[in-house]
């Protein structure tokens, strides 16, 4: 897409604070956070939103939720389960779907939010 944002930095026309990079994907700090730590992850496949992946993209957002939690350990916010209670830590996921969903870029992407709480503004 020759509008895209997100397929501009997947091709390395604007630069990001990329954290993670592979074939398929590429994670990158949020410019503007909402929380301590927020990343995005993000498919160098364009996929306008969540609503329009097919079975074909079932992999790839299987890749995206595995390396969530994988990132955020990295980035100082993991979940650490202790087997007696909720644990520690801990981040939010999320896909923000179109216009009522909140959605600004049109490119599919995962935030990944943590940090301690409260955080500067709520992304539901």
């Not at 389960?81 to 909720?86: I, K, S, V, W």
Request: proline content about 7%.
């Amino acid at each position: 897409m020759d509008n895209c944002i997100f397929c501009k930095i997947a091709a390395k026309q604007i630069p990001a604070q990329i954290i993670y990079e592979d074939d398929d994907l590429l994670a990158f700090n949020d410019i503007n956070p909402a929380a301590p730590v927020h990343f995005l992850i993000v498919p160098k496949k364009h996929v306008a939103t969540l609503a329009d992946c097919t079975a074909e993209d079932a992999a790839l957002l299987g890749k995206i939720s595995l390396l969530a939690p994988k990132l955020a350990q990295e980035q100082g916010v993991g979940y650490q389960a202790d087997g007696n209670g909720p644990g520690t830590g801990g981040f939010k996921t999320l896909f923000n779907t179109g216009p009522d969903g909140g959605q600004e870029v049109y490119h599919l992407h995962m935030h990944v939010i943590g940090g301690p709480r409260p955080w500067r503004r709520s992304l539901a």
